[in-house]
Every structure is written in structure tokens, then in C-alpha cells.
């Protein structure tokens, strides 16, 4: 039987990474600097990950894939190298394929005189006891639960919203709206109010709002117009990107760093990384030019 599947183009990738937040399925990773499809047994053939890379390298091809074969997919992950072997293995292992992980392993012990790698090292990280797999695809996807430290929380005081404009959704605003003219814009990535406790007080007051997913939001090409005019027309003062560690925030990151390095008008510009836990991982200034 043939089904559609993902191909990818390694002279064109420049493993900018755009397309693995799009494969929800978890099929590509970056590994060795490329995009690859670690797994055609999660890949659905539907192309979501094709708008994303700006180079053109992903195609989908008619293949034949009937029942699936892990001697075979084997025989192509080890032309790519130790990396991209381990991936896979740990790609079918999370996605609690053991039984075609264990056919992988199998297949590199029968050819280990033949194959161009420490199978002895991929091997020994899987048969160990007590070395966690790393998890596929994106992180942002993967399942986890804590306990916040030291919250202590008084129901019995209501904090008030620095909330001080509407819409804040980036496909239901207006970047002519009035109250955009000179402000201090803060672009958030949906999540990050709900990670960090002290969001409004700390960066949302005084600031106007916009809130957007890299991820899962359609129609991004608007979103780049939108903050585009932002920049170019409405005064901005500043503008401070505020995203979670997840590969996929870094998008937020990358287009306006991108508007705002083909922008006439120069503006401050900052990216903030929040962990999971509220954490501020990292803050740096992109921009340091004056507004004008």
C-alpha cells in the first residue's frame, strides 16, 4: 500500500526548525543542524509542517509504506548518523512503540560489524536502568505536573488587572487603534500569563498587550503585517517579547526580530524567556535604538 509522507530536502534545510512545532504528531526533530523525519510511523501525510519552512525543503511524496517495517526504516535512519538512530529509537520509545524499538535494537546488534557507529553506546542509553529517554517532538507537548514553590495565597485579597485596552488577541486587533500610538508594547505568548504568578504587576503594567501561539494560531503572515505596522506607524516606544521555553515560543522571537530588522523606524526591542515553573530564564535586549 503507498501513503503519503513527509520528504525532506537536506540542501535546502537550513534546520531553522520552524517546521517541528507544526508536526504535532511529534515525526521530525532537528538533529545534526537538519529537520528529519525520525518516524514515518507517526507521520499522517498531511503536510501541516509544509507552510512553515521558509526554504521550501518539505514535500510530500506518495511512498510505499504498508506494513510497517523497522529493519527498514532502520536501514535509512543509520545512513543518517548515530544522532539521528537515537532519536528515532527514543521517538518510538515515548510514543510506547517498544516492541518496534526493540526490532531497532536488534536490527543494530545483527549489523554492528557493518555499521558506521558505536552501537555499543546507542545500545548501552537504552538498556541501561534509570536513564530517562528523552521525550520527542515538542516539548511544549509533553505531559508534566509540580508543585509551585512557596505560594502562598490569600483569596481574601483581589488583585486588580493592568489589563488596559481590548481586543488582545493578534488576529482581533487594530495596529491603527488609538491607543497603540507611543506605547510600550508587550507581544506574550498565550501561556505565559498563566506561568508567571506576578504577570500583570510585573510586566503588563503600563504596557499595551498583545497575545499570540506560534504554534497552534493560523494565518500567521497577518501577524507579521500587523506588528509590522506596529513598529512602522504607530510610535511604538518600546517593544518587549515575552515567551516560554518551549521551541516553538521562539517564533514569537524570530519575527519580530526579523520586522524589526528591515523596519525604517527603529524600535527598543527585548525578549524575556519564562520557564514552565515562572521562572525568568533569560532576558536580552535585541534593539537598543532610540525611538523616532
Not at 515515548?94 to 546507542?122: C, F, I, P, T, W
Not at 508587550?186 to 503594567?205: E, N, P, Q, T
Request: contains cysteine; aromatic residues 4%.
Amino acid at each position: 500500500m503507498k501513503r503519503e509522507l513527509v520528504k525532506i530536502n537536506e540542501e535546502l534545510c537550513t534546520g531553522c526548525g520552524l517546521c517541528i512545532p507544526a508536526c504535532h504528531e511529534g515525526a521530525l526533530q532537528i538533529v545534526d543542524g537538519k529537520a528529519r523525519l525520525v518516524s514515518d510511523l507517526m507521520c499522517d501525510g498531511l503536510g501541516a509542517c509544509l507552510g512553515h519552512c521558509p526554504e521550501g525543503a518539505i514535500s510530500i511524496e506518495m511512498t510505499e509504506a504498508g506494513t510497517y517495517n523497522e529493519k527498514v526504516v532502520m536501514e535509512n535512519m543509520v545512513s543518517k548518523g548515530e544522532s539521528t538512530v537515537i532519536a528515532h529509537l527514543e521517538h518510538l520509545k515515548s510514543h510506547g512503540q517498544d516492541q518496534y524499538a526493540d526490532e531497532g535494537m536488534a536490527y543494530l546488534r545483527e549489523n554492528m560489524h557493518r555499521l558506521n557507529m558505536d552501537v555499543e553506546k546507542v545500545l548501552h542509553r537504552f538498556q541501561k536502568e534509570g536513564i530517562p529517554l528523552k521525550p520527542a517532538g515538542c516539548p511544549g507537548s509533553q505531559a508534566t505536573t509540580f508543585t509551585p514553590a512557596g505560594m502562598v495565597m490569600d483569596k481574601s485579597v483581589e488583585v486588580p488587572s493592568a489589563l488596559e485596552q481590548w481586543p488582545v488577541q493578534m488576529h482581533l486587533i487594530n495596529p491603527a487603534a488609538p491607543y497603540f500610538r507611543g506605547a510600550d508594547l508587550l507581544l506574550a505568548a498565550d501561556c505565559v500569563a498563566f506561568a508567571f504568578g506576578d504577570f500583570h504587576r510585573k510586566w503588563l503594567a503600563g504596557k499595551r498587550l498583545i497575545i499570540a501561539c506560534p504554534k497552534l494560531d493560523h494565518g500567521q503572515e497577518s501577524y507579521r503585517a500587523k506588528l509590522a505596522a506596529l513598529i512602522e506607524h504607530a510610535g511604538l516606544n518600546s517593544l518587549t517579547v515575552l515567551t516560554m521555553e518551549v521551541p516553538c515560543c521562539s517564533g514569537l522571537v524570530r519575527m519580530a526580530a526579523d520586522i524589526m530588522a528591515s523596519a525604517q523606524r527603529k524600535v527598543p526591542l527585548k525578549a524575556v524567556v519564562v520557564s514552565v515553573r515562572g521562572e525568568i530564564l533569560a532576558e536580552k535586549t535585541l534593539y537598543k535604538a532610540d525611538a523616532s
